[in-house]
């Protein structure tokens, strides 16, 4: 009955406390199959103390964590077949070969053992470990022991996956493997990766869950995060003469926010202009045309995007401010 669920993972009213200190305070999320959630944070913001939760690793104080639709307090054994984690500090067996590793791990996680053969070579190409198969774990370096742990977190292919900070101590090219090797779980694995590398997590996951202080302070994609925190458009105009001349051409559009232009024109008589408004479509080539109709001398429009980490800082300043406005009793 549990497998029917629609949801992977689903979080209601989740507190952790430690010597009567919230760690967690009142999460409450859903992560659909197949679905990959990016899960961030400030450091000491709680995730790592919300997904040992998640593991059955550590027991909640108050709420209610299902994985497949399984209570995680009264179905350990059944938790533990369906979630891969991998800890920040995931802990390896120096002395062992990788291949043995991963067959000691496949056999403890009930992988049969006509599969678990080609699924280990499997493993080792996706994360591109065939040429380490018999080193031993102890003498590798720092990257490589972080994707010996995401090949044993996917070896079983649990329906969920849970890593915290799995891109740690790789190098830009490694990075862009373990991005492509997340990005081919979606549809078949739900996926929740914490991370403070943010362009990283913009282009690998569906949807980001940001926390402060405990607390969810925003979630959704990052394009609709950008529209509830930021709610407005930049467009920076590249264009000769007085920013006062933009105001009939800015007639027929919805009332920008602003109008800012540099000081100073660059030696060619140019200069930028900052146009800010509450509209979401996209009027760069409105806006060119409304320009040129007016004999406006235009080099280039780009329209400004705020990127995650700008999200990220906005949100969590969000929350510090609310804290700071309570009144101290």
């Given at each position: 009955?549990?497998?029917?669920?629609?949801?992977?993972?689903?979080?209601?009213?989740?507190?952790?406390?430690?010597?009567?200190?919230?760690?967690?305070?009142?999460?409450?999320?859903?992560?659909?199959?197949?679905?990959?959630?990016?899960?961030?944070?400030?450091?000491?913001?709680?995730?790592?103390?919300?997904?040992?939760?998640?593991?059955?690793?550590?027991?909640?104080t108050s709420g209610h964590v299902r994985i497949?639709?399984?209570?995680?307090?009264?179905?350990?054994?059944?938790?533990?077949?369906?979630?891969?984690?991998?800890?920040?500090?995931?802990?390896?067996?120096?002395?062992?070969?990788?291949?043995?590793?991963?067959?000691?791990?496949?056999?403890?996680?009930?992988?049969?053992r006509r599969k678990l053969g080609p699924r280990i070579d499997e493993v080792l190409e996706l994360c591109d470990l065939k040429r380490m198969r018999h080193r031993i774990i102890g003498k590798l370096s720092k990257g490589y022991r972080q994707r010996v742990g995401i090949a044993e977190t996917i070896l079983a292919e649990p329906p969920v996956i849970i890593m915290d900070e799995p891109t740690i101590g790789l190098d830009p090219h490694q990075i862009l493997i373990v991005r492509d090797l997340i990005g081919s779980l979606r549809g078949r694995m739900a996926v929740i990766i914490s991370s403070?590398?943010?362009?990283?997590?913009?282009?690998?996951?569906?949807?980001?869950?940001?926390?402060?202080?405990?607390?969810?302070?925003?979630?959704?994609?990052?394009?609709?995060?950008?529209?509830?925190?930021?709610?407005?458009?930049?467009?920076?105009?590249?264009?000769?003469?007085?920013?006062?001349?933009?105001?009939?051409?800015?007639?027929?559009?919805?009332?920008f926010l602003s109008v800012a232009a540099e000081a100073e024109a660059d030696p060619s008589g140019f200069r930028n202009v900052t146009l800010t408004?509450?509209?979401?479509?996209?009027?760069?080539?409105?806006l060119l045309r409304a320009m040129l109709g007016r004999g406006l001398r235009v080099r280039a429009i780009s329209r400004q995007h705020p990127t995650l980490e700008d999200v990220f800082l906005a949100a969590t300043r969000r929350s510090w401010d609310t804290v700071d406005a309570k009144p101290q009793k």
């Open positions: 009955m549990p497998e029917s669920s629609p949801n992977a993972i689903e979080v209601t009213n989740l507190v952790k406390t430690f010597a009567g200190v919230a760690a967690v305070n009142d999460i409450s999320f859903t992560l659909a199959r197949g679905e990959i959630l990016g899960f961030l944070g400030p450091n000491g913001a709680g995730k790592s103390t919300t997904m040992r939760i998640l593991t059955g690793y550590l027991p909640a497949c639709g399984f209570p995680v307090t009264t179905h350990p054994d059944e938790i533990k077949r369906r979630i891969g984690y991998m800890p920040e500090n995931n802990p390896l067996p120096e002395d062992m070969r990788v291949s043995e590793y991963l067959y000691f791990r496949g056999r403890l996680k009930e992988v049969p403070h590398i943010l362009p990283e997590i913009e282009v690998t996951c569906d949807r980001v869950m940001i926390i402060n202080q405990g607390r969810v302070v925003a979630q959704g994609t990052p394009a609709a995060l950008r529209r509830e925190i930021f709610g407005h458009s930049t467009y920076i105009v590249e264009m000769a003469g007085e920013a006062s001349s933009l105001t009939g051409a800015l007639a027929g559009f919805e009332p408004t509450q509209s979401e479509a996209e009027l760069g080539e409105p």
